[in-house]
């Protein structure tokens, strides 16, 4: 039997990002997928949410295309088409990944893997000798323990994404990222939408302030929010779900056509073997250590079935470093600058730590805000709603924190990404020439008030 240098079960961005790295270092490699390439962000992930969350983005522009002196009668939605682009651009990138093992010569294994041993992965009735081994199976939805689970109509974040059918309303249970972005694409397109939640709408790890002031934007959007809901079932009631939990006062409810629970997700392992091979978990979470590699020498694991930064960028970063470990490098991962990104309206990044991490570790800090309002290009796109805030060490200027909310928010952040991976420091972004009129200007801004001030800023 031909023996692999590297064999990658799950076929995800953790799974063909190590595959594709291992390949361009030269390796023989294998991967094992047992439904579509490209996991959960290019089926029912990343990608096919920010799909819609564009067509949110156009719809939103239409309907104030006025304010802009371009008038448009009519506007009217095609769920039907929207769902189909939403296809169409899962299927090019899906296609995408498909070449791309092609082209770097991986060979393609369908079927659920399961390890045999650190050296022998099983796929249907076929084995692959291997030196390594990749885990990269991923996550799984988890649902609250309730009733009314199993009633048509209530769906998982999978489920929303084949709806045919534009529903007239919506109640969202659990309001953090996943659950945020589908409220404000539905609530763009026209559905009624309600969080239910348990506690108030934070973004964790967003900085507290930059996620208060997101979650005050959701009723002025038309988005209700049911905070304390602590839900306790979901109930058929007339042609609606009803989402029902108890208060002080007696038991409360909020109807929807639908209702989606997004109230996170946990690491898949089934079918891989893993007590058999005496795995070190941590509850359904696979243990590694810095260099990604298990307690079982050999067997490396990275991605969502980590259970920590449950992030498609975390699992591109961690199949690199794994695959470099267990091709004979020595490089340890590093998370003190990971971006989290939320795709709503207005967009919401950030990197590092929040004011009250800052706070509590003890290092003398300083923070510094500027708005959106006082952006040229912001205005100019009259997208002046958020700000950039900015927290650096009192001492030597080096950025702790970037946290925004904001016009393109989310690409903004890798400049916040870059700042911190260099170790650079407030004055490094301040001198840094940004083009103007840009939002990244803003960062800047935000960062020459670490310094004598910002400039187009002054609080009266
Ligand atoms: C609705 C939603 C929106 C999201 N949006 C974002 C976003 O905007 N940005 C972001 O960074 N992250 C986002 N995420 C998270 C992101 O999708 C995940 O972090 C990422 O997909 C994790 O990658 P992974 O490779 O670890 O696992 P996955 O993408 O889950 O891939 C695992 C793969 O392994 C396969 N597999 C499992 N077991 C086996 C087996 N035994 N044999 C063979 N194959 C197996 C599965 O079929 C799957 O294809 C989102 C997630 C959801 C649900």
């Not at 692999?4 to 799950?10: A, M």
């Not at 898949?268 to 298990?294: F, H, Q, R, S, W």
């Not at 307690?295 to 991605?303: C, P």
């Not at 909310?405 to 170790?423: F, K, N, T, V, Y």
Request: aromatic share 4%.
């Amino acid at each position: 039997m031909d023996t692999k240098d590297v064999v990658v079960i799950g076929g995800g961005p953790g799974g063909y990002v190590a595959a594709i790295h291992a390949a361009h270092l030269g390796a023989d490699v294998a991967l094992v997928e047992k439904d579509k390439l490209g996991g959960t962000c290019l089926n029912r992930g990343c990608i096919p949410t920010k799909a819609l969350v564009r067509s949110a983005e156009v719809m939103l522009d239409a309907r104030r295309s006025s304010d802009f002196g371009i008038d448009i009668e009519n506007i009217k939605i095609n769920f039907r088409k929207v769902m189909e682009r939403k296809r169409n651009v899962v299927d090019k990138l899906v296609s995408g990944v498909e070449q791309l093992m092609k082209a770097n010569k991986i060979s393609v294994h369908r079927g659920i893997g399961r390890i045999l041993s650190p050296h022998l992965v099983k796929v249907n009735d076929e084995e692959i000798a291997t030196k390594k081994v990749v885990i990269a199976t991923g996550s799984e939805s988890t649902l609250l323990p309730i009733s009314g689970l199993d009633l048509p109509g209530m769906l998982t974040t999978d489920d929303i994404l084949e709806l045919e059918e534009l529903p007239k309303s919506l109640v969202v249970i659990g309001g953090s990222y996943t659950g945020a972005e589908f409220a404000c694409i539905f609530n763009a397109l026209g559905t009624k939408v309600t969080i239910v939640k348990r506690r108030p709408l934070r973004l964790e790890p967003v900085d507290e302030e930059v996620g208060r002031r997101f979650a005050q934007t959701l009723p002025r959007q038309g988005i209700d929010v049911k905070i304390g809901a602590a839900v306790k079932a979901i109930r058929k009631e007339g042609e609606c779900l009803k989402v029902v939990w108890d208060t002080a006062e007696g038991e409360q409810g909020v109807e929807g056509q639908i209702v989606l629970m997004a109230t996170g997700r946990k690491p898949y392992t089934e079918g891989l073997g893993l007590v058999e091979l005496g795995i070190k978990m941590d509850g359904p979470a696979i243990v590694v250590n810095e260099y990604l590699e298990t307690n079982i020498k050999d067997v490396y694991a990275i991605g969502d079935v980590l259970g920590k930064n449950m992030l498609a960028h975390v699992a591109f970063y961690e199949g690199e470093v794994a695959v470099e470990n267990a091709l004979g490098r020595s490089r340890q991962a590093d998370y003190h600058a990971v971006p989290s990104c939320v795709f709503v309206q207005p967009e919401v990044a950030c990197v590092g730590i929040t004011e009250a991490e800052a706070k509590d570790s003890g290092i003398p800090y300083k923070v510094s805000k500027f708005p959106f309002l006082a952006c040229g290009r912001a205005v100019a796109m009259d997208e002046t709603a958020g700000i950039v805030k900015m927290i650096c060490d009192a001492e030597n200027g080096r950025v702790l924190g970037i946290h925004i909310m904001g016009p393109h928010a989310s690409d903004l952040i890798a400049e916040g990404a870059l700042a911190m991976q260099m170790g650079a420091t407030a004055k490094d972004i301040a001198h840094t020439m940004h083009a103007h009129p840009t939002v990244p200007e803003a960062v800047q801004e935000a960062a020459m008030g670490q310094l004598e001030g910002s400039i187009h800023f002054q609080r009266m």
